[in-house]
């Protein structure tokens, strides 16, 4: 099993940037793909990111390619979401996933989730 706690939401204007971390904790947490979803008030879970356990592989959803970038540590068992150009639509609570398999974890129907983060994006 992995655990995962996410850190580094907050309040920023439009434009500006932010860093998503999470932590994954579990024997084998750095042979785990891992994943960012986001919920906005009102609307579905949605995919955000998403990569390997080896870092070779990463997807990106539509909304945020080229403003958003996935890495991970896996000395530190530590996955980065890095946020720019931020607008008011990335509003939502951010989840960090993970699971062994790497479709899983691009479906979202892993069972292993963090507790969430707040992103607020200010007009």
């Known amino acids: 099993q992995v655990q995962l706690v996410e850190s580094g939401g907050g309040l920023v204007q439009a434009g500006g940037s932010l860093r998503l971390s999470c932590a994954a904790s579990g024997r084998t947490a750095s042979s785990y793909a891992m994943g960012w979803f986001r919920q906005a008030p009102g609307k579905e879970r949605e995919f955000v990111a998403a990569i390997t356990w080896s870092g070779g592989t990463t997807n990106y959803a539509d909304s945020v390619k080229g403003r958003f970038t996935i890495s991970r540590d896996n000395a530190k068992n530590t996955v980065h979401l890095q946020m720019n150009s931020l607008k008011p639509d990335d509003t939502a609570v951010y989840y960090c996933?993970?699971?062994?398999?790497?479709?899983?974890?691009?479906?979202?129907?892993?069972?292993?989730w963090g507790q969430g983060t707040q992103v607020t994006v200010s007009s």
């Open positions: 996933a993970a699971d062994i398999r790497w479709n899983v974890v691009l479906a979202g129907t892993t069972n292993y």
